[in-house]
């Protein structure tokens, strides 16, 4: 067992585990949930499912030229959009100093010429000035810490106009007991995408939100052609067109429950719901 530095916020170390197969998995102090689990030096091994899940977003996207990632845990995400995207750019940003350093030295993560990880606030980079991305990537929630300033109706807007003409964000979302501000934050994704698709995780309670820059005509047949031409030309080890064509459930009606989470609704302890 190896613990890195404290965390930025105080809560304890980052901690990375490797288990008997060689798994790595990262959790913040002693007894916390895995955020993350890597095969060091294998980064097309995704081994948590909704990992496997977010990437239904090529599907949307195919050939995206720039992605942003916020939160990096201990990189599988990055790593493998890295390893079968090469000529892609990737920024990823994460919030702790200690989270990177410990992707870094037990985890297999390295950043180069193209893929670059900022440390910082996720809404302050997405706010400031910078060039827009085909995809972006929202992997900063927990199964029940929820980041209120990630989640709002303003800080979705500022990330759809990072998007490009096209674009799509993919997010990771818990609905259970956890997180009781589920469906407040689909519909809270709802208002601020022209579409918004549901891709539930089997076997857990994770959904991955795929919300899109504008509207799509894409059908089901047309989404699941192009994911089996990405699992095809890009040599995916998984069956991305049967995600899409299992999991697949594009929300065409605003959902009836939940509120908008906004910024003027946040408390100091989290999230505060208003109509």
């Not at 989270?99 to 809404?123: I, M, P, S, T």
């Amino acid at each position: 067992m190896a613990a890195a530095d404290e965390r930025d916020d105080g809560s304890g170390p980052v901690i990375v585990t490797e288990d008997e197969d060689g798994r790595r998995s990262l959790r913040f102090g002693d007894g916390g949930a895995r955020q993350s689990v890597v095969w060091p030096g294998e980064p097309l091994r995704l081994e948590l499912p909704y990992t496997r899940m977010a990437m239904v977003a090529l599907a949307f996207v195919p050939q995206p030229e720039n992605i942003l990632a916020i939160g990096l845990g201990g990189g599988s995400i990055p790593m493998f959009l890295h390893a079968v995207l090469p000529d892609t750019h990737i920024d990823v940003v994460e919030l702790d100093a200690a989270v990177v350093d410990a992707a870094k030295e037990y985890c297999g993560f390295q950043e180069d010429a193209l893929l670059r990880a900022h440390v910082g606030d996720g809404r302050a980079f997405i706010e400031a000035d910078g060039p827009p991305y085909d995809l972006i990537f929202l992997d900063a929630y927990g199964a029940d810490q929820i980041p209120g300033h990630l989640a709002t109706r303003e800080f979705l807007g500022a990330v759809r106009s990072r998007l490009t003409r096209g674009g799509a964000v993919a997010s990771n979302v818990w609905e259970s007991a956890g997180n009781p501000h589920y469906e407040a934050m689909v519909r809270t994704y709802q208002v601020s995408f022209h579409g918004l698709s549901i891709f539930e995780v089997p076997t857990t309670t994770n959904r991955v939100l795929v919300g899109l820059e504008g509207p799509s005509r894409l059908t089901r047949e047309a989404l699941v052609e192009r994911a089996r031409k990405v699992e095809r030309e890009r040599k995916l080890p998984f069956r991305l067109s049967t995600l899409v064509a299992q999991r697949y459930r594009p929300l065409t009606r605003r959902l009836g429950r939940g509120r908008v989470l906004t910024d003027a609704g946040l408390g100091s302890g989290g999230l505060i719901l208003e109509e």
